[in-house]
Each structure stands twice: as structure tokens, then as C-alpha cells.
């Protein structure tokens, strides 16, 4: 992937001079360790670490596709492994089916689109630049065909080919399987067998299977809302290995099931803080007692690896597969130590030891996030110095705002002065219509205040009120300035120069008088350190008239 976390959360790209060899990074999807990989004969990318691939995630790329100079031919079936699939989404008792495509961010030049031919509300056409940091999710009508999604314009070989590779559709003579969490999950794979005392959502036409009919009473399941033809529930296994539940699932999913993996938890000692709900930060002092637990029934194991990331030290310890074992590991070594069962270093127990803990929360704002003209993204936070710039590139629509991020409990006041003063109170509910309601209040050079208590208020003012109080030079003298700014790009320098002093006759105070545009003007003539002598003339007249306008007027 080209992607990745560093240690203060903030997106790197592996070709940038900020990637370094040896660092740790971080997956911004499944969260797992990653690290960079670069050289004369590989694109530079970041790679998960060994044994904790998660090939289900959405950045996961097996490591042949980066293993050839770019711009070489990739093999279809190398793609297909890191294709796209289907998501469910789950509201109560509706449901849906969604696509979700990865982020566009640097993988197309100009302008380029994805068509959807079968989205839920009929055919569907996007701009890349909507697909930002987390992608974008495309509802989708059941089909049994596959899914094609077209990818048009200058878009980068490796993500088009990702994108246009064919979605398997519905099943129409086997449910399809999909895992279970409260809002949905991605279907799978048909190599993956069901575990017992796992949850499911089977989606399957009811035309053509009667799944109900002979169902095993022990199976729990809740039925949903019918779509046309195709029905769907949410079943859950039992803990334990019943037969009827097997022949079942063999008949109608065409699939095996295993008993769970045992799993690694910490007894003691009572973690300080977790990290991203993952990592368990713990004193230096304590002594760690873990556990391996799992359920009836659950797979044997053999070995637990104990592993210090920073000083690459291993340790083994040897079981007989008991379930439930408590295991004294005593204090471990300073920096992250992951502990795990046999190959599933994937579900290890993560554990960072410090020698001291300080509780210091990192509050980002009130922050604004959106485009500029060239499609990059930039944030900005409302106490920022910036900010009152930030606003300015909203009014000059050379900035589309896309979202704000309130923390939770901070409340947004927006107050519109005009003939009467209007106020509207928003909160991180409604995020993504505050950007909405900005956009078009400052798009139409309102006067704005907006207040965020504590975490910073600023006032915009109309540029058109900015500049009533403002001096300004002639139409004429603006032309006579932009052609000397262009003639010093653009003319051949082999004559004789000399160096800028002009800038000195004026008293940089009083610039702030004048308009903006007038502003940026002189600023950008005040960066020129050297002019040829035959322009001296034309520089001086021009300098000369601004200095006559404003000693003029102060």
C-alpha cells in the first residue's frame, strides 16, 4: 500500500522523503504493524508485518504486485486477490448491499469518473476527487451477474485495474455468508469455513432455496425484511458441535465448520490506558499474568510466543492444549511485546511497558477539512492563526470545505449579521452540513462569526466590506505591474542585472492599507533580487506612483 500511519497518526506516502526504513507505520484500515519496503528494483510501498497480514483487509496488496518496476504488466490473477467485494450494511430489520471503493487520493490526474451501472437508484456516475481519505460506499441493486465498475481518465494502472476487476454477484443456488457485527459486514470467501458459536447474515434467493425448511431447532436466527426475491437473517451457531447443525450448513452453504481459536488475555496487571483500543499500556513494575481461554471445544494448542518488537527477542513456552491456563510471564522489557498462539499471531495480545504513564489526552479542535483547487486536502483548526486565511480561499472559491470535526460536547454557533442577526447552534451530528451551510454562506461574501467557546471563534468579514476601507491603485497601474512581474519570468536574463533596492523607498506599514490585491502585487515584486537595467524605468515609475498614493493619503 502506499499509505500508511506514522507515530503521531498523520498519513505518510512511501515515496516521500518523510518514509523511513526501519520505522514502524501503521495500516489505516485493520490498524496491524507495517513497514516500508523500497529499492532499485521495487515501488517504494509499505508492507504488513509477517504474521500479521490480514488478506481481508481493504490496502492489503499481495507482495508480487510490488515485487516489478512500476509500470510493468501486473498479472490478472495477482489482482484479483486484492479485488473488491461486497459489504452488508444493517439498520434494525433493513439491510442493504454496498461496494465500497479505496480512496482516489493520488491515483488520477485531470478529470476522471467511475460509472456504477448498477446502483441502487439506477446507473450512477461519481468524480474521483468525492473519493477522499476513507473512500466511498455505492449502494447496489441484487444481481446474480457479476459487478463491473468502469473506471474513465487518466487514472493510475493499479487502482483502475483494482476498481474494474469483476465482483462476483449473488449466488442464486448457495446463500451467500457474510460476517456479523451490529452494523453489517463483508461476505465471505468461499474457502472460509463457519466456526461454532459464530454469528452470521445469509442472504439467498427464495425462489429458488427453501433454507427455512428443515432448519436445526438449535439454531438461533431472526429474519429480516424480504427485498423482491431475496430474503436474509441473521443466524447464530452453537458453542458446541451438533450434528444436525453441520449436515445443515454442508447442505445448503456448501461449507465446513471449525471449532473457534483459543485466544491470549491479560489477567494482571489492570492496564494504564489502551491504544486504539488494541494496545494495553502497562507499568514497567508489573508483573503480567495471562490467560488462554476459548470456548467448548476449541482448537488445541501448542506453543506461546512472547515477543519484544524492540529488542527482537523471542520466547517460547510449550503447552498441551489446555483450556482455561493461567501462565506467569513476569516484567517485561521496556517498548511492545506481543504475545500469541502458534500461527495466529494475527489475534495476538499487544502489550507496550513504560516506565511511566502520563495521562495527557491530545484534543484536536474544532478542524475544518476540504479541497483546494488542485484536489489536495488540507485541514485547518478554528484556533489556529491560519484560520482567518482558511476562510478567505472559501470566500475567493479557492477552497471547497468537505467536513468539520467538533469534539464530543462542543457545540458550533454560526451567526449571520445582515439586516437582522441570525444564529444556528450545530453539533458533530450534523458535521457534513455545517460544511454545506459554510460554503454557501461565505461563497456569497456574507458577514460571518463563528464560536466554538473555548476552542476559538473568529469573525469573516465580506470581502467587499474589507475592501470599502481600503486604498487602491489604478487599473492601469495594476496592468503596468503584472507585465513587470511577467517580463522578469520571462525574459532572457544575458543582459546586465542589478539588484532590487526599489522595495526600500516603501514603508511596508502602510502596504496593509491597501487592498488585497494591490497587496500581492507589491509582495510578489518585493521577492525579486535582481531586475535588468534596461527595466529600471519602468520599476521605478511603477514604485514611485504607489508611494505618491499612499504618502498621499497618510
Known amino acids: 500500500m502506499e499509505w500508511a500511519l506514522d507515530a503521531n497518526k498523520q498519513h505518510v506516502h512511501a515515496s516521500s522523503p518523510e518514509a523511513i526504513r526501519g ?8 490498524k496491524k504493524d507495517t513497514f516500508l519496503r523500497k529499492g532499485k528494483k521495487r515501488v ?7 504474521g500479521q497480514t490480514n488478506i481481508n483487509c481493504e490496502l492489503y496488496i499481495p507482495p508480487a504486485i510490488y515485487a516489478t518496476q512500476m509500470g510493468e504488466k501486473i498479472s490478472v490473477d495477482a489482482v484479483s486477490e486484492r479485488s473488491l467485494d461486497i459489504y452488508l450494511d444493517l439498520v ?5 448491499l454496498d461496494i465500497k471503493i479505496p480512496s482516489a487520493i493520488g491515483q488520477y490526474e485531470g478529470s476522471a469518473f467511475l460509472k456504477f451501472p448498477f446502483a441502487w437508484e439506477g446507473e450512477r456516475t461519481i468524480p474521483l476527487s468525492s473519493i477522499r481519505t476513507n473512500g466511498k460506499r455505492i449502494r447496489i441493486r441484487l444481481q446474480t451477474r457479476d459487478y463491473r465498475v468502469l473506471v474513465s481518465g487518466d487514472v493510475r494502472n493499479e487502482w483502475k485495474m483494482k476498481v474494474e476487476y469483476p465482483i462476483k454477484g449473488i449466488d442464486k443456488i448457495i446463500p451467500t455468508a457474510f460476517y456479523y457485527s451490529r452494523l453489517g459486514g463483508r461476505r465471505l470467501t468461499e474457502n472460509i469455513p463457519l466456526q461454532w458459536g459464530e454469528t452470521y447474515v445469509l442472504v439467498w434467493d427464495n425462489h429458488e432455496i427453501k433454507i427455512l425448511h428443515g432448519m436445526p431447532p438449535m439454531l438461533a436466527f431472526r429474519k429480516l425484511q424480504d427485498q423482491n426475491n431475496w430474503s436474509v437473517m441473521i443466524v447464530k451457531l452453537p458453542v458446541s458441535y451438533n450434528k444436525s447443525v453441520e449436515q445443515w450448513i454442508k447442505r445448503f452453504l456448501n461449507r465446513s465448520i471449525t471449532f473457534p481459536l483459543p485466544e491470549v488475555k491479560l489477567v494482571t496487571p489492570i492496564p494504564e490506558r489502551m491504544i486504539d483500543q488494541e494496545i494495553a499500556v502497562i507499568s514497567s513494575t508489573a508483573r503480567v499474568v495471562i490467560a488462554v481461554v476459548g470456548a467448548e471445544g476449541a482448537k488445541k494448542w501448542s506453543t506461546i510466543y512472547v515477543q519484544n518488537l524492540d ?4 520466547i517460547r513456552h510449550l503447552g498441551n492444549g489446555e483450556i482455561p491456563v493461567l501462565l506467569s510471564i513476569g516484567k517485561l522489557p521496556l517498548g511492545r511485546t506481543d504475545i500469541w498462539l502458534d500461527d495466529d499471531r494475527e489475534s495476538a495480545l499487544r502489550l507496550v511497558c513504560q516506565d511511566t504513564i502520563k495521562l495527557i489526552p491530545k484534543i484536536n479542535g474544532v478542524v475544518f477539512q476540504g479541497v483546494n483547487l488542485a484536489d489536495i486536502e488540507e485541514t485547518y483548526s478554528l484556533h489556529s492563526t491560519e484560520a482567518i486565511e482558511f476562510f478567505r480561499k472559501i470566500q475567493e472559491y479557492k477552497f471547497t470545505l468537505t467536513d468539520v470535526y467538533l469534539p464530543n460536547g462542543v457545540s458550533l454557533t454560526i451567526k449571520l449579521f445582515g439586516n437582522q442577526l441570525n444564529e444556528m447552534i450545530v453539533s458533530n451530528e450534523n458535521s457534513t452540513e455545517i460544511a454545506s451551510i459554510l460554503n454557501k454562506l461565505l461563497g456569497q461574501d456574507k458577514h460571518v462569526y463563528l464560536d466554538a467557546g473555548g476552542f476559538g471563534n473568529v469573525e469573516i468579514l465580506p470581502i467587499a466590506l474589507i475592501n470599502a476601507n481600503k486604498l487602491s491603485m489604478s487599473p492601469r497601474w495594476r496592468e503596468q505591474m503584472r507585465w513587470i512581474l511577467i517580463t522578469l519570468k520571462t525574459m532572457n536574463h544575458k543582459e546586465i542585472m542589478i539588484k532590487n533596492d526599489n522595495m526600500k523607498k516603501v514603508d511596508m506599514m502602510k502596504i496593509n492599507h491597501f487592498n488585497k490585491l494591490d497587496q500581492d502585487l ?5 521577492k525579486i533580487r535582481f531586475i535588468p537595467k534596461s ?8 514604485i514611485n506612483e504607489y508611494i505618491r498614493k499612499s504618502v498621499k493619503k497618510y
Open 44 to 50: 517504494p510501498h509499505f508492507a504488513h508485518v509477517s
Open 522 to 526: 507589491l509582495l510578489n515584486f518585493s
Open 23 to 30: 520505522i514502524s507505520y501503521i495500516c489505516p484500515r485493520c
Open 535 to 542: 527595466m529600471l524605468p519602468y520599476v521605478k515609475a511603477s
Open 311 to 314: 529488542e527482537k527477542q523471542e
Open 92 to 96: 434494525k430489520d433493513s439491510w442493504s
